[in-house]
């Protein structure tokens, strides 16, 4: 079978590292690992596409290449990663409906709220007709399928377990003592683990979150330091904060690239992050793998990943109060840490497995194409003829 693959929030070529692109590499990755073909067929970004000629000059150029490349590779079916209001999908639909391929969209997300806001309203609608084109829709969040029944019948939903590679992500004690002392941390120490991007918006706002919560025991005196993974436009004042809120306990190690993460996490006792906004959060699918314990909020789709009393502790957002005593819980508790950490790396293993779990949805996606869907043949209509793709009517409400 032959796929071809979009992620028009982030191309995999993107340089920033993500969850979205942990997924979607997984995912070819898996593809490819069953014998498949799978190659990315267009790199447009089309995140607020509609607000600027030259976005919506751009989708017109990767329409048409996008038809290029398709027609030289070939495929049976066409996957789209991740469509949503900011980043829809307006390759594909077209695409295949030109060629008549099946089209399947993995981690949807869809809510009527969007067709509110003049800003948001060419985005909802975009993808609304990106899902109503689908053969079939795949989702990692129980959260998203009451909002996808709105506009797909429950046959083309199928909800797919989030998962990574356990193999990738295991405890390597002595690896963990060299990033210990890379850092200038002793091996007595009780290591806070923490790893985001150093971005605006949900993500500064976890790291600040975190820092105000640890705050609370640096003020109590109690022992612990904390690492922080990650990097980010926002680097400077990640660092300013820790430094205030945290003096002499944030430990920095920068951008580390996934395939070492594995060794930072084995140099903690704990990974804590709050998680605000996070639809998942695959860093805490692979601390846990490296049987690290987790504190984080119970919010979103956290608790989808992390099992509140058996691989970790879910508190509520109270500003930080919550969180410290759930830190501070786990830090003075070597036997529960064990606990959970024992749990953490068996529920990833058993349940969180992304071979085991991908294998469903590439056993759907071989059903598609072995239900008689058509092989590429000639277009109906070739795009080079076809005017610029207009945007949705925008409804006066």
Known sequence: ??????????????????????????????????????????????????????????????????????RAFRPHLWLTYHSYYKAPDVLGPVICRLFSIPYAIFEASYGTRYRRDPATRPGYYLNRFALSSCRQVFVNTTNDVEALLRVLPPDRIACIRPGIDPGEFQKDEDAGKAVRMRLGISPGELLIVTAARFRAGVKFESLEYLFHALAILHRRQLPFRLLVVGDGPMDASVRALAEALLPGRAVFAGRVPRRLMAHYYSAGDLFVFPGIGESLGMVFLEAQSCGLPVVALDACGVPQVVLSGETGLLVPRDGGDAMASAVERLLADGALRSRFGAGAAGFVRSERNATVNYSHFIRILEEIVADGAPILGVPRVSPEKMPPPQLPHRHNR
């Not at 929030?9 to 799978?38: E, M, Q, Y």
């Not at 089309?46 to 048409?64: C, V």
């Open 1 to 70: 079978m032959k796929v071809a693959l979009y992620c028009p929030n982030k191309p995999l070529s993107h340089p920033n590292p993500s969850g979205d692109l942990t997924i979607a590499g997984d995912l070819r990755a898996s593809l490819v690992a069953r014998g498949h073909v799978c190659e990315e067929i267009a790199a447009f970004r089309s995140r607020w596409f509609w607000k600027s000629p030259h976005g919506r000059a751009g989708a017109f150029a990767a329409l048409l290449r996008a038809f290029r490349n398709t």
